[in-house]
């Protein structure tokens, strides 16, 4: 760790932002080996699609879901809490993911997205993810993909 | 705190699972100052329901919430991972809801929950949650209402 002022906490706070920064440039240029470099083995994660929970496969997930993108990302996070203390940290905000498909449609969603961090090795890694939308209680079930901030 | 000679970690862990045990039970009591008494001030709830966030007006919504189901809630938590560091912890797993709804409906489904955590004077309050189903990737944009682990 480098030397600092900063209370501890302050310093993992800094260190994780900078996980998340680097874990949102990869996903923006869909580069996997860089994405997945952030992932600790026992990931668990609560995804957009099916099904209920992705954990080593999510990797395989991931290389098949940037083969249906055309082109670079958009993706920003908005509102993003980070805390951290002692070797445990997490991050939650709101997400928009722009692109075009290689089919030709657009994408424009807002999703929320928490992300649940262990220190081991003086490495900060991934070990939960949980991305989602809400749903409507109407009675269509439908997934509530057109919402903003 | 209790004396121990458990490792601080492991301790916090003990201490999470018991407030998520009674955060629990109160859920399937229906009881909303139980409820309520484990969310800190700063709670930022990302629900099945829309809107993508809500903050300290889900003690309303709870209460709106309570009010459409009749009798006590079965609320389980599965294959739960809880970790505890310094003065942050979380939690995830799977949940299972069922009842009987005040119009003679009944619901039972399985969703994704996390919850993060922060021991503030001694306490563990929850900061945030996130509770969610998937929704199907297949262009019908339908909430993912029938999974099971």
């Given at each position: 760790m480098a030397t600092t002022n900063?209370?501890?906490a302050e310093a993992g706070e800094a260190q994780v932002?900078?996980?998340i920064e680097d874990w949102s440039a990869a996903f923006r240029?869909?580069?996997?080996?860089r994405l997945w470099s952030h992932y600790a083995p026992e990931i668990r994660s609560f995804d957009l699609a099916p099904p209920l929970e992705h954990r080593s496969e999510l990797r395989d997930e991931l290389a098949a879901g940037f083969a249906t993108w055309d082109g670079p990302l958009g993706f920003e996070l908005r509102d993003l809490a980070v805390s951290a203390s002692g070797d445990l940290a997490f991050?939650?905000?709101l997400a928009r993911l722009r692109?075009?498909?290689s089919d030709g449609e657009s994408t424009d969603l807002?999703?929320?997205?928490?992300?649940c961090l262990r220190r081991t090795a003086g490495r900060w890694k991934i070990v939960h993810e949980?991305?989602?939308v809400p749903f409507y209680m109407d009675g269509s079930f439908?997934?509530?993909v057109d919402l903003e901030p």
């Amino acid at each position: 760790m480098a030397t600092t002022n900063r209370r501890p906490a302050e310093a993992g706070e800094a260190q994780v932002r900078r996980v998340i920064e680097d874990w949102s440039a990869a996903f923006r240029a869909r580069d996997l080996e860089r994405l997945w470099s952030h992932y600790a083995p026992e990931i668990r994660s609560f995804d957009l699609a099916p099904p209920l929970e992705h954990r080593s496969e999510l990797r395989d997930e991931l290389a098949a879901g940037f083969a249906t993108w055309d082109g670079p990302l958009g993706f920003e996070l908005r509102d993003l809490a980070v805390s951290a203390s002692g070797d445990l940290a997490f991050a939650y905000g709101l997400a928009r993911l722009r692109g075009k498909r290689s089919d030709g449609e657009s994408t424009d969603l807002w999703y929320r997205v928490t992300v649940c961090l262990r220190r081991t090795a003086g490495r900060w890694k991934i070990v939960h993810e949980h991305a989602s939308v809400p749903f409507y209680m109407d009675g269509s079930f439908k997934a509530a993909v057109d919402l903003e901030p």
